[in-house]
Nanobody
């Protein structure tokens, strides 16, 4: 059974940092790409970043590029999202999931319960 357990969210001031963690079970992170997307209730889902199964290639949406870094630990089967220089617009529920593809193409097919990130002074 595929499962994702996100953690690390919280309240942070603008300009601050958070590190999100995603524990993956049911497949290994070098089998399928794993990524993060975010959603504000009532608004459309936004992709954030993804790390591919092949060689761990990464991609980022423009609105987080240069501020967020995705990484993985294949030994622990974990994926992380380091978020720096956070802005109020980054406030959302952050979800970890997979598209069941090697290269992070397509739509997310499976994801976890999410972790709330709130950026506010």
């Amino acid at each position: 059974q595929v499962q994702f357990v996100e953690s690390g969210g919280g309240l942070v001031q603008p300009g601050g940092s958070l590190r999100l963690s995603c524990a993956v079970s049911g497949f290994t992170v070098d089998r399928y790409g794993v990524g993060w997307f975010r959603q504000v209730p009532g608004k459309a889902r936004e992709p954030v970043s993804c790390i591919s199964a092949i060689e761990g290639a990464t991609n980022y949406e423009n609105y987080v590029k240069g501020r967020f870094t995705i990484s993985r630990d294949t030994a622990k089967n974990m994926v992380y999202l380091q978020m720096n220089s956070l802005k109020p617009d980054d406030t959302a529920i952050y979800y970890c999931g997979t598209k069941y593809s090697y290269y992070c193409d397509g739509d997310y097919d499976s994801w976890g319960q999410g972790t709330q990130v709130t950026v506010s002074s």
